[in-house]
T-cell receptor, first 112, second 114 residues
Framework: SQQGEEDPQALSIQEGENATMNCSYK?????LQWYRQNSGRGLVHLIL?????REKHSGRLRVTLDTSKKSSSLLITASRAADTASYFC????????????FGQGTTLQVKP | DAGVTQSPTHLIKTRGQQVTLRCSPK?????VSWYQQALGQGPQFIFQ???????QRGNFPDRFSGHQFPNYSSELNVNALLLGDSALYLC?????????????FGPGTRLTVT
């Protein structure tokens, strides 16, 4: 079963715009991770945020975590056509950090 | 430094057959996890291997089994294939004692059951 839900399911923007994706989850977590997947291939790890962190940055990526609302958001600034992909959030629970539970994903299309 | 590798890339099998998928973890990693990703869905955890033993398992039937070798590489075996087993199978490696918790994924094996 899927742990979380991602919103929106699909997002289409112009190059240069910002893209925001949201993820909600159900149980207590140790950490939350964001992955990117191009055309049904392998997942690329983007960023990990721990349950005691509220915000994290990596290049053009900004992730926030609100454990009281059990939600996270991924912001991609100044998007590029190469950012076109599916984005997944995955949670590792407090009691079981080895098992990642993924959301359904957000499909992002960045138009040149 | 080689990342996670998987073989084969694509595979077509007939219902009822058996299949074996292979995974080599990233250098320095000792733990391998397997995930199944149906079309349009997020990956679902099958099981995880560490020290050649199944450490934990997701909600998959016993038709799904695995193995980890002394060099940390791993195999996923699926018996009595069903049409519903058609999916992308992803292998992920990690360092069990690592603090980061990150898992590194391979490119996947696309299995089609006809």
């Amino acid at each position: 079963s899927q742990q979380g839900e991602e919103d929106p399911q699909a997002l289409s923007i112009q190059e240069g715009e910002n893209a925001t994706m949201n993820c909600s989850y159900k149980t207590s977590i140790n950490n939350l991770q964001w992955y990117r997947q191009n055309s049904g291939r392998g997942l690329v790890h983007l960023i990990l945020i721990r349950s005691n962190e509220r915000e994290k940055h990596s290049g053009r990526l900004r992730v926030t975590l609100d454990t009281s609302k059990k939600s996270s958001s991924l912001l991609i600034t100044a998007s590029r056509a190469a950012d076109t992909a599916s984005y997944f959030c995955a949670t590792a629970s407090s009691s079981n950090t080895g098992k990642l539970i993924f959301g359904q994903g957000t499909t992002l299309q960045v138009k040149p | 430094d080689a990342g996670v590798t998987q073989s084969p890339t694509h595979l077509i099998k007939t219902r009822g057959q058996q299949v074996t998928l292979r995974c080599s973890p990233k250098s320095g990693h000792d733990t391998v996890s397997w995930y199944q990703q149906a079309l349009g869905q997020g990956p679902q955890f099958i099981f995880q291997y560490y020290e050649e033993e199944e450490r934990q398992r997701g909600n998959f039937p016993d038709r799904f089994s695995g193995h980890q070798f002394p060099n940390y590489s791993s195999e996923l075996n699926v018996n009595a294939l069903l049409l519903g087993d058609s999916a992308l199978y992803l292998c992920a490696s990690s360092f069990l004692s690592g603090k980061s918790g990150e898992q590194y994924f391979g490119p996947g094996t696309r299995l089609t059951v006809t």
